[in-house]
């Protein structure tokens, strides 16, 4: 028998709100200072990436927030640890957002220079636009095309897709078996 208990709009799924702890811990430890070794605002920082998908949002006002801050260390983190991943997995929301930011803020501008454009920031036409936007060409990270055919003399030393990936054997000489 269904239960007949109305659902409380309020309440939100556990992932969300696990979500909405890991920001609000980050925020409790930002700005801090820098340390050697294992930083603890860096690994705040990295916990958030596994939420991107389910909170872009969020995390984009944290970004906005923590990426104009004057400590150079702070914005790399924010570079690298989340703004690029949010270009790369949210690109349609974050693109423009992340433009008009860099437009309107200097240090917004050199956080986004800090980070690597991947996913769909690689592709030729928007990277363009990012490397004008932050004053230098940035490196493009692009996923690899997966390689169906081997040659023989390849398989005959062991070496195979699940071994090495496709782009790591040198040399490519010799037939190509199916």
């Known amino acids: 028998m269904k239960s007949t208990r109305p659902v409380e709009e ?21 700005p801090g200072t820098p340390r050697k070794g294992s930083d603890p ?29 004057m400590q150079a260390d702070l914005r790399s983190a924010i570079a690298c640890c989340l703004l690029e991943h949010l270009l790369a997995d949210q690109f349609s929301l974050i693109f423009p957002r992340a433009c008009d930011a860099a437009r309107k803020s200097r240090r917004f501008r050199d956080t986004l220079g800090r980070c690597n454009w991947i996913g769909q920031a690689a592709r030729p036409r928007y990277a363009v636009v990012l490397d004008r936007l932050v004053g230098k060409k940035r ?5 690899a095309k997966i390689r169906k055919k081997w040659t023989e003399k390849e398989l005959l030393k062991g070496i195979t897709p699940t071994l090495c990936g ?10 190509e078996l199916d």
């Open 166 to 175: 496709p782009d790591l054997i040198p040399s490519r000489a010799g037939r």
């Open 41 to 69: 605002r860096w690994q705040a920082i990295l916990m958030l990436e596994d939420f991107i998908p389910s909170h872009p949002e969020e995390l984009w006002e944290f970004v906005l927030r923590w990426g104009k801050h």
């Open 139 to 143: 490196p493009r990270i692009r996923r």
């Open 10 to 30: 309020t309440s939100t799924p556990p992932d969300r709100k696990e979500g909405l702890r890991a920001i609000a811990k980050a925020e409790r430890l930002l």
